[in-house]
């Protein structure tokens, strides 16, 4: 299996989101599960590539050549692919990855996840979208989800289809027992 993993190429402030991230990428290498990201050692996204290696594991990186050229690429990957821009990088990843979660992070991190949930709502792909909410991080916005359930804007079912865990043993169970849902406009 592979998991693409968006997060923070910053590493935040508290260290619990770090220690988190090393955790997680143990706990993958140390199951087989491959590790897919935005190829970038800087950050949790360093964190955790340099955790999965470390423990004998296998990592892919995509990153747009103007992030490799700003020598922000990862150089001790098991593969890393160099792409055009943000939007190859998303597409690569997609093409690569059996599941995807978002981790602490910023704007972009939001941004890759909430495309692939949307993918998934419209029968893109069948592949499961999950939030790791360390130390209760995602807590607003699984609210916001919440509430945009509660107002009509989006459906019980796909609210639903996305997974919340805080402990990687949660997390790759849920991941690996993902059944998708109908397609929004199935």
């Not at 968006?6 to 590790?35: I, K, N």
């Not at 290696?53 to 992030?67: E, N």
């Not at 995807?100 to 592949?127: C, D, N, R």
């Not at 790791?132 to 107002?151: H, K, R, S, W």
Request: hydrophobic share 45%; aromatic share 10%.
């Amino acid at each position: 299996m592979k998991i693409a993993v968006f997060c923070g190429s910053s590493a935040g402030l508290d260290p619990v989101y770090t220690h988190a991230a090393r955790a997680l990428g143990q706990y993958f290498a140390e199951r087989q599960v491959a590790l897919v990201y935005g190829g970038g050692k800087v950050g949790l996204m360093g964190v955790i590539a340099d955790a999965v290696m470390d423990a004998g594991g296998q990592v892919y990186g995509v990153i747009p050549v103007s992030l490799q050229s700003k020598e922000l690429a990862h150089t001790g990957l098991t593969e890393l692919f160099v792409v055009a821009d943000m939007h190859e990088r998303k597409a690569k990843m997609a093409q690569l990855a059996d599941a995807f979660v978002a981790m602490p992070g910023g704007a972009g991190t939001l941004e890759e996840i909430f495309e692939s949930w949307t993918w998934a709502q419209l029968g893109y792909h069948s592949k499961p979208c999950a939030f790791y909410n360390v130390n209760g991080f995602y807590d607003p916005l699984l609210q916001m989800i919440t509430n945009m359930t509660e107002a009509g804007f989006l459906k019980p079912v796909h609210a639903n289809m996305l997974i919340r865990a805080d402990q990687p043993e949660a997390l790759l169970q849920e991941l690996q027992q993902y059944q998708p849902p109908q397609h929004k406009w199935s």
